[in-house]
């Protein structure tokens, strides 16, 4: 993984500022959080066929959750060099396919997390993915304007899909899947033929860039968000537009139908989500709770549930019926053990139970590195006095240290029988003690 940010900032939290008291016992009621380090941040949701499994796009990989109990420990496929900006099910679930930052496609065994091809001839971003309804090939839309189509199982791209005048952040396959539709940030809409790649409409009225776009379950018609705020409706086959929504206060981020397709759900970076009436197109409800922008919205395969992901790092599963949150996940967090400030205060190492050792800016809260090869909870983290060294204590009963500048590992220490619980370093930096069980 490159390094990355994985900062979120409390939404109650001022600027960073210098501490001016001492906490006390008399204080502590008036502290406020500064900062929150967190694993990741959140780019899209795709849940599968069956509904079991919800697979969350991020910055750090792709997370695998339970879908009925969002709270247990998730899975974390790993292997894209950048952010994972796309991930969508294949139709049967048994593969996944996500787009990055790191200009490639790949396509995931989600049974086993094995990486089963890579599409590496982008010479853009792929910022957004989608499988075909039969599973036998794959859309992407990249940073270039270009739509791409690939044979899902040899790799071999299919056709070039050209005609946008920026970026394409949107692809969505019809339900017949003969057809193509694409957003772009050249305000637009485009409809493609998928087998000749002929486009075939232009859907213009958006006054500035489309961000979404899905189609009805019945494939007549076709929905796109946009960062003019509004949800605009459109009659596929003619082009003619049947609705403009408005009622969001920023810009709309994503869309889903139902799968009755009686309603459509709308996010927006005014970091709520709306339920509209297909039918008549009413506004039948706001739901709020997130404190930043939410990114994806998506129904539950059986029709009852929502859920969404948001800048403020949480995903938020809501029952329909009552418009309530049903599960809040936070930050993207297993628990940290192991906390130390470098010796300069610049920095700041964690440990946690996921196995990893990471390094902060103490100032901004940004991941600087993320160190692995443990393989079990990290117990213990501690700088070397000068800063240039880390030590890590792990219940795989291994001390590792490691290069704190580079990420690279100097040692791996083995003699421990059983699970490292603490480690230290004397005070000149010539020699590390360890506590084990």
Same mark, same amino acid.
């Given at each position: ?24 016992? %008399? ?14 941040? +959140? ?12 697979? $969350? @796009? ?18 974390? +496929? ?74 899902? @199982? ?24 003969? =057809? ?8 637009? !809409?485009? !409809? ?16 500035? &860039? !489309? ?26 086959? *003619? ?65 009852? &549930?929502?859920?969404?992901?948001? %800048?403020?790092?949480? +995903? ?42 990471? $390094?902060? %800016? ?13 393989? =079990? ?19 795989? %009963? ?35 003690? *360890? $506590?084990?069980?």
């Amino acid at each position: 993984m490159g390094w990355r940010s994985a900062f979120t900032r409390s939404s109650s939290a001022p600027e960073l500022r210098a501490q001016t008291e001492p906490i006390t016992a %008399d204080n502590v009621a008036r502290m406020t959080e500064l900062l929150r380090f967190g694993r990741g941040t +959140i780019e899209q949701t795709a849940y599968a066929p069956d509904g079991r499994t919800l697979a $969350v @796009a991020s910055s750090i990989g792709i997370w695998l959750y339970n879908a009925d109990n969002l709270n247990a420990e998730p899975r974390l +496929i790993e292997g894209h060099t950048g952010f994972v900006t796309s991930v969508a099910w294949s139709p049967d679930g048994t593969r996944l396919a996500s787009g990055s930052d790191d200009n490639t496609v790949r396509v995931w065994d989600a049974a086993s997390a094995d990486e089963l091809i890579v599409f590496e001839r982008h010479m853009r971003e792929a910022l957004s993915v989608a499988w075909s309804p039969d599973g036998l090939r794959l859309a992407s839309g990249l940073n270039n304007g270009t739509v791409w189509v690939w044979d899902a @199982a040899s790799g071999n791209q299919l056709s070039v899909l050209a005609g946008h005048t920026d970026r394409v952040t949107s692809v969505a396959w019809s339900p017949d899947g003969l =057809r193509l539709a694409s957003g772009s940030d050249d305000g637009t !809409v485009r !409809v493609w033929d998928a087998s000749s790649g002929d486009q075939l409409a232009v859907f213009e009225g958006h006054t500035d &860039r !489309v961000t979404s776009v899905a189609w009805s379950p019945d494939g007549l018609r076709l929905a796109s968000g946009s960062s003019d705020r509004a949800v605009r409706v459109w009659d596929a086959a *003619s082009g003619a537009q049947l609705a403009v929504l408005h009622g969001h206060t920023f810009g709309v981020s994503s869309l889903s139908w139902s799968s009755d397709g009686l309603q459509l759900a709308s996010a927006s970076d005014d970091s709520t989500i709306r339920l509209w009436d297909t039918t008549n197109w009413d506004e039948l409800a706001i739901l709020r709770g997130h404190t930043f922008g939410v990114k994806s919205v998506l129904w539950s395969p059986d029709g009852l &549930r929502l859920v969404s992901a948001s %800048d403020d790092s949480t +995903i938020r599963l809501w029952d329909v019926a009552s418009r309530e949150p049903l599960a809040v996940v936070e930050g993207h967090m297993r628990g940290v053990w192991s906390v130390a400030w470098s010796p300069d205060g610049l920095r700041l190492a964690s440990g946690s139970w996921d196995g990893t050792v990471r $390094v902060w %800016d103490a100032a901004s809260g940004d991941e600087l590195a993320i160190l692995r090869g443990h393989t =079990r909870e990290v117990s213990s983290v501690v700088w070397s006095p000068n800063g240039l060294r880390l030590a890590s204590g792990s219940w795989d %009963d291994t001390v590792w240290m490691w290069d704190a500048a580079s990420g690279d590992q100097l040692a791996l220490l083995r003699e421990h029988e059983d699970q490292v619980n603490s480690v230290a370093w004397s005070p000149d930096g010539t020699r590390l003690a *360890s $506590v084990s069980d």
